[in-house]
């Protein structure tokens, strides 16, 4: 089983760029939640898809925008990128229901310059 | 607005000795789960210990266990037998179910001395 896998590890943007960021959910897994960490900060949740839909949606500005594909994995698109927008961006994945532990990949380290 | 809190940014424990990390948080939810991550150097989340709200019974895994005060709204976590591999960044998270949203505190930065 492979885990959580994103890609790619490192990216190095200049301000005004866009930018994808995708993420292959834990084999059986339904469930891809995307969350962003800055620079000694816990990580803040972005968004969550479900069955190719957002369920839910943290406090992210339009600039941010995703989806899930039918074989579960996902992708994260960043707008306009600003030097705020440098971070960590860790994907998470779970099944959907009561069970709620999320299984997390080594993240995406985007760096805006 | 639920919130989670971990009031030592920075810790330091004696490899073999036992050290307790602190988390509190704020929810009026009745149900939810609390949980202990893991964040080494390699950037990967690990869970280390879950915590469903309506067991009352503390949970353990291993060399890791939690002291749960729900009244308290507080969710320890002691190592024991520190071992150098324990040395990483320990986030508590809250998750109100169903597949919710992690809402995690600023973490506690884990040092383990020889």
């Known amino acids: 089983d492979a885990g959580v896998t994103q890609s790619p590890t490192h990216l190095i943007k200049t301000r005004g760029q866009q930018v994808t960021l995708r993420c292959s959910p834990k084999s059986g897994h339904d469930t891809v939640s995307w969350y962003q960490q800055a620079l000694g900060q816990g990580p803040q949740f972005i968004f969550q898809y479900y069955e190719e839909e957002e369920r839910q949606r943290g406090n992210f500005p339009d600039r941010f925008s995703g989806h899930q594909f039918p074989n579960y994995s996902s992708e994260l698109n960043v707008n306009a990128l600003l030097l705020g927008d440098s971070a960590l961006y860790l994907c998470a994945s779970s099944l959907v229901g009561p069970s709620t532990e999320a299984f997390f990949g080594q993240g995406t380290r985007l760096t805006v310059v | 607005a639920q919130t989670v809190t971990q009031s030592q940014p920075e810790m330091s424990v004696q490899e073999a000795e036992t050290v307790t990390l602190s988390c509190t948080y704020d929810t009026s939810e009745s149900d939810y789960y609390l949980f202990w991550y893991k964040q080494p150097p390699s950037r990967q989340m690990i869970l280390v210990i879950r915590q469903e709200a309506y067991k009352q019974q503390n949970a353990t895994e291993n060399r890791f266990s939690v002291n749960f005060q729900k009244a308290a709204k507080s969710f320890s976590l002691k190592i024991s037998d520190s071992q150098l591999g324990d040395a990483a960044m320990y986030f508590c998270?809250?998750?109100?179910?169903?597949?919710?949203?992690?809402?995690w505190g600023l973490g506690t930065s884990l040092a383990v001395n020889p």
């Open positions: 998270a809250y998750n109100a179910g169903n597949n919710r949203k992690l809402i």
